[in-house]
């Protein structure tokens, strides 16, 4: 059964940074692309930015275009997602999602696996 872990959410004024970090068990984390996700209060969940099973191929939202980078490690069988300048309308529940595929997906329909979120709260 695969299972994500995100870890290294939390509070951090305005301009801060935060490393949030996935770790993948139960398959061939390799094998398969990860993106990750984020849903504010009262909102739809969107999509952040994602990777494909090797690191050539990266897909990231223009909302946090030029600030946030995704990243894979696949010997640790962990994705992160490193977030700079963090503003205040980054406030969300951060989700770390697994594909079935090699190509990462924009959308939440092209993942099958979710992690429980992570919060980050970026105050004013």
């Known amino acids: 059964q695969v299972q994500l872990v995100e870890s290294g959410g939390g509070l951090v004024q305005a301009g801060g940074s935060l490393r949030l970090s996935c770790a993948a068990s139960?398959?061939?984390?390799?094998?398969?692309?990860m993106g990750w996700f984020r849903q504010a209060p009262g909102k739809e969940r969107e999509f952040v930015a994602a990777?494909?099973?090797?690191?050539?191929?990266?897909y990231t939202a223009d909302s946090v275009k030029g600030r946030f980078t995704i990243s894979r490690d696949n010997a640790k069988n962990t994705v992160y997602l490193q977030m700079n300048s963090l503003k205040p309308e980054d406030t969300a529940v951060y989700y770390c999602?697994?594909?079935?595929?090699?190509?990462?997906?924009?959308?939440?329909?092209?993942?099958?696996?979710w992690g429980q979120g992570t919060q980050v709260t970026v105050s004013s």
């Open positions: 990777i494909a099973w090797f690191p050539g191929i990266i």
């Open positions: 999602a697994s594909s079935e595929r090699r190509s990462p997906a924009t959308q939440i329909e092209g993942y099958d696996y």
């Open positions: 139960g398959r061939a984390f390799s094998n398969y692309a």
